[in-house]
């Protein structure tokens, strides 16, 4: 089972790595097998609003996007098949680390112009995030996306391995881990709202 840090958060409260919280767990019986991160350098990654898709006037294959990053707006050159207005996206900033394939190493992001346009970023496919292999097109963001929040604080997470023993199911749930950190730290657990609105109205 994995447990995501982000999300064990949300129930209670603690300031441990995930080293120090493996360790803890593990000393209780609840044993850690791995540990991993996803993110931890997307600072300068950030999401972005695509406003604005315009044809490059000088390549056909290429577009200009007008990208709302919350306190500026940045002109980039894009190549993505799938990318349109409305979407958000993650944008790397000049300096940011990427990681490039062809070189299998993350590089920082140099400014280029690109057909005598120069772009202010550079919109990110899953394998340039290391998400994944995927880099037929951009890596496009849920709606709810806020953009100018860096994409560690969006999507970054870290999680835990654990290997619940048979005679502990409550481990198999993340209100259950929760409440076995709580009791190592003597913390409460925030109980998650379970409330609804009742609708009359049945459709059979």
Not at 19 to 34: D, F, H, P, R
Not at 75 to 82: I, R, S, Y
Request: proline share 4%; with cysteine.
């Amino acid at each position: 089972m994995r447990i995501s840090l982000k999300w064990l958060k949300e129930y209670v409260d603690f300031d441990y790595s995930a080293e120090e919280l493996a360790e803890k767990l593990t000393m209780v019986g609840l044993e850690v097998s791995n540990i991993e991160t996803i993110g931890g350098g997307w600072d300068d990654i950030l999401v972005g609003d695509v406003t604005k898709l315009v044809q490059h006037p000088n390549a056909d294959r290429l577009k200009l996007a007008t990208i709302d990053i919350g306190k500026e707006s940045l002109t980039v050159v894009c190549g993505a098949p799938n990318i349109e207005e409305g979407q958000k996206v993650p944008l790397a900033l000049i300096g940011s680390e990427i990681y490039d394939a062809d070189r299998n190493k993350t590089v920082a992001l140099k400014p280029a112009k690109i057909r005598g346009i120069v772009s202010e970023g550079m919109v990110c496919s899953e394998r340039e995030l290391r998400i994944s292999d995927d880099h037929e097109g951009i890596l496009v963001l849920p709606s709810d996306a806020a953009p100018g929040v860096s994409m560690d604080e969006y999507l970054g997470d870290t999680t835990l391995e654990v290997d619940a023993t048979p005679n502990r199911p409550d481990w198999l749930s993340m209100i259950g881990v929760a409440w076995e950190v709580a009791a190592i730290l003597g913390k409460t657990v925030k109980m998650p709202d379970t409330t609804y609105a009742e609708n009359s109205k049945l459709n059979i």
